[in-house]
């Protein structure tokens, strides 16, 4: 007991925090400026990918434009080249499919990263996805 004066006042009445509840206040206070730190980093995350996957599209559609605009007839078969866009590298891969018509191709374009090999590997999930139907110049169908 402490005394102030000629009265005796208890331990208790002190004011002040424990030692422990500063560390337990640390503790609450550390957990919470993680969450916060980890959604925005997953906000970043999905950030690069919506960037990724427009740019990939971008790519696709030029393919496609670049096809329509020589009006050629494409041979059968899987191709793959580099397709950049800004400063991202992409593979293309172009397939070309006959179609119950003969008149026509079904040619389909899927983008996916580039690998670390070479410029023309393909590596990751498909980025990018798109499909079109082209006529034969020659055959009459416009």
């Known amino acids: 007991m402490m005394s102030k004066g000629n009265r005796l ?4 009445s002190k004011n002040g925090f424990a030692l422990i509840e500063v560390l337990v206040g640390l503790a609450v206070l550390s957990i919470a400026l993680l969450a916060g730190l980890r959604a925005i980093a997953n906000g970043a995350d999905t950030q690069l990918a ?10 696709a ?13 494409p ?27 003969p008149a026509f191709r079904r ?9 670390q090999a070479g410029a023309d590997v393909a590596s990751g999930p498909r980025l990018a996805w798109l499909t079109t139907v082209v006529s034969n110049p020659s055959g009459g169908v416009m």
């Open 61 to 73: 559609d030029n393919v496609l434009m670049d096809l329509r605009m020589s009006r050629g007839w």
């Open 9 to 12: 006042l208890p331990q208790s």
């Open 107 to 115: 040619i389909e374009i899927t983008v996916y990263l580039s690998s």
């Open 50 to 59: 919506v960037s990724q996957r427009t740019m990939a599209l971008w790519s």
């Open 75 to 101: 041979d059968l078969g899987t191709s793959s080249f580099s397709c950049p866009q800004a400063t991202n590298v992409f593979v293309c891969q172009r397939k070309v499919i006959t179609t119950p018509n």
